[in-house]
């Protein structure tokens, strides 16, 4: 007989399984706002944000699922990947918040919304290279 407790517990491992699939869910609707060709840019920019949003969860899922599987033996590699998953929904949420902010004026050169994304790349980038 299955408890009702047990058939909800989530697995670690199932947390970065979930997270993989929603950020290449994520990924995938990002470069299509980037690369679509659209008469109304607000929709590809609705698209890049949406994006960022579905990345923004997957990555806190594999920061979840990290934390979870911290391994004392291997400390370092262990806090690096954890740090490395949070920092990446730090630039995930910038780039939602700079995409947001740009739907009602599309302008590429918009001071606010440069600031936001730069932010937002450079601590993705970082993180990942």
């Known amino acids: 007989m299955v408890h009702m407790e047990d058939s909800l517990m989530i ?3 199932d947390l970065l399984i979930i997270g993989s ?3 290449v869910t994520g990924t995938f609707l990002s470069a299509v706002g980037e690369s679509s060709i659209d008469a109304d840019d607000r ?3 609705r698209r890049i944000r949406d994006g960022n949003f579905i990345q923004a969860i997957a990555n806190s899922f594999h920061g979840v699922g990290r934390t ?3 391994e004392k033996e291997e400390e370092l590699v262990s806090r690096l990947e954890i740090i490395g998953a949070y920092v990446q929904v730090g630039g995930n949420s910038l780039n939602y918040a700079a995409a947001n902010a740009s739907i009602p004026n599309p302008t590429p050169l ?6 936001l994304d730069a932010l ?3 601590s993705i980038n970082r993180c990942c290279n």
Not at 110 to 115: D, G, I, R
Request: with cysteine; proline share 5%.
């Open 110 to 115: 918009n001071p606010e919304v440069v600031k």
């Open 11 to 13: 697995d670690k491992e």
């Open 21 to 23: 699939y929603l950020l």
């Open 43 to 45: 929709v590809n920019i």
């Open 120 to 122: 937002g790349c450079c």
């Open 68 to 70: 979870l599987r911290y």
